[in-house]
């Protein structure tokens, strides 16, 4: 059965970006342009992002002037952007903007993806709506080197301890690799 699972990296602090919802912090830290592998979730059907998220990759990416950039970090992936703007697609690319609440596309979601994964990118508050409807299997972050001063948190929610279990924990380069398998809530 295919799981959800949100994987992010993260300031030693708990942001996933600053204040411009900028990423560039990460880029920042060597070895993170070409990233372990190993770290990335395996046997994705399915991206599921906030519109910040998205747009900050197709700008960083250029990805709108370079649309073959996408099936190099997409390949065969539809990706879903929870949005009320809207937002360019490049050419080739499987997006699909939704907006509204995460339980009414849930459904469509898991059935896109069939038996693959649904890779949960970004940001906070999408973790938030999936830990909120028990919808999340796994969280895994890679924390890295640096702090901001402010920007957006990794989860505007409180989440106790009894709903994670720390599954691994373990050096990866310049970073500390946390994954934790999600507990349903009571």
Avoid: C
Wanted: without cysteine; aromatic residues 8%.
């Amino acid at each position: 059965m295919s799981e959800i699972i949100f994987d992010a990296a993260v300031t030693l602090n708990g942001f996933l970006a600053d204040e411009n919802h900028s990423l560039q912090w990460l880029f920042d830290v060597p070895g993170a342009e070409k990233p372990d592998p190993e770290l990335l979730p395996k046997n994705i059907g399915v991206h599921v992002e906030g519109a910040n998220t998205y747009q900050w990759m197709l700008e960083h990416e250029n990805l709108i002037d370079e649309p073959e950039k996408w099936q190099q970090f997409y390949p065969n992936i539809t990706t879903f952007v929870f949005t009320h703007r809207n937002l360019p697609v490049p050419e080739g690319a499987d997006v699909r903007f939704v907006s509204g609440a995460l339980r009414d596309h849930l459904p469509t979601i898991r059935e896109v993806a069939g038996d693959k994964n649904i890779w949960v990118l970004g940001g906070g508050e999408l973790l938030g709506q999936f830990l909120d409807i028990n919808a999340l299997d796994r969280l895994a972050l890679t924390i890295a080197p640096a702090a901001l001063a402010s920007g957006a948190p990794l989860l505007p929610r409180t989440l106790g301890s009894e709903r994670l279990e720390l599954i691994e924990a373990r050096q990866a380069g310049p970073f500390a690799r946390l994954v934790y398998q999600v507990l349903t809530a009571h």
